[in-house]
């Protein structure tokens, strides 16, 4: 039996019949991290939901691995549509993977669900090193990242203050990992990491535009993996888009695919108080 934790290097570890373990470890990390700091975990039917009003990223709300009949994923899925009505959101969201039922496309359907994003979760293999050209993200940085972030996110200005308020909180906590790159005049480049529990994440990876194909984003996604090493992440893993840009820049950095994920939304605007 292949155990992810002490072996994540063993090549039966991305397996398709050994993906439902792999995924479990790293949605349990991407739900604490969707916590950070004001977040909320809990059970809704069969679904595990993360909701933090404060994360304005995708992984701060979210449900994952609604495991049951079809009849009790069915009725979860329309309990998290009030779920996230509830915080505000205009739309719920689901991230299926192999911790979630095989069915769920047809069962989502029925509901009025739809897939709106498919990706990849891929798994660091080998060694990474931390590049001189990376450091440790500074107090002074976080208005200058949250630009940054925000620009490539295509927040407005509100949206901006938001995001700002919230790195501010991931700056505190040390289970995150914040890196930047300047070029001595200012900052070109940020990644973000999450690790607990023997699981790391790299989260965001983001450089000024003017200054990609420089090798840059390679070396802020090794520094970012032997950061989250150094702090205890015997797995690495990361979520790219499926078949693009995103996964070929994965696996010149060392990252193999280890099992898809798919992104099921619904508008839940007519529920909102």
């Not at 479990?24 to 990390?29: K, N, Y």
């Not at 449900?63 to 049951?68: K, R, T, V």
């Not at 505000?88 to 069915?103: C, L, Q």
């Not at 293999?125 to 450091?135: I, L, N």
Request: aromatic share 6%; net charge negative; charged share 25%.
């Amino acid at each position: 039996m292949v155990d992810p934790l002490h072996d994540p290097d063993d090549p039966d570890l991305l397996d398709p019949y050994r993906a439902r373990e792999l995924a479990g470890l790293v949605e349990a990390a991407r739900i604490a991290s969707g916590a950070v700091r004001y977040g909320k975990v809990g059970k809704v039917g069969c679904a595990t939901v993360v909701v933090n009003r404060d994360n304005p990223f995708p992984s701060g709300n979210f449900a994952c691995a609604l495991y049951g009949s079809s009849a009790e994923v069915a009725g979860t899925l329309m309990r998290l549509e009030q779920t996230f009505a509830d915080i505000g959101r205009a739309e719920a969201v689901v991230y299926a993977s192999p911790t979630t039922v095989a069915e769920i496309e047809g069962i989502a359907d029925d509901a009025g669900w739809y897939a709106v994003e498919e990706s990849m979760a891929v798994v660091h293999r080998g060694r990474a090193d931390t590049s001189p050209r990376v450091r440790p993200a500074r107090d002074t940085d976080l208005e200058h990242v949250g630009a940054l972030v925000a620009d490539e996110l295509g927040l407005r200005m509100s949206g901006q203050r938001r995001l700002v308020r919230h790195l501010g909180q991931r700056w505190d906590d040390p289970r995150c990992v914040q890196l930047v790159v300047d070029d001595g005049e200012r900052l070109v480049g940020f990644a973000g990491g999450f690790a607990e529990r023997g699981v790391g994440l790299v989260e965001q990876v983001v450089v000024l535009p003017a200054r990609r194909r420089r090798g840059l984003g390679s070396d802020l996604v090794s520094s970012t993996v032997a950061a989250l090493r150094s702090a205890g992440a015997l797995l690495v893993a990361a979520h790219v888009d499926e078949g693009g840009a995103g996964e070929r820049f994965a696996e010149t950095c060392g990252f193999s695919g280890g099992y898809p994920v798919t992104a099921y939304a619904r508008r839940v605007d007519e529920l909102l108080d």
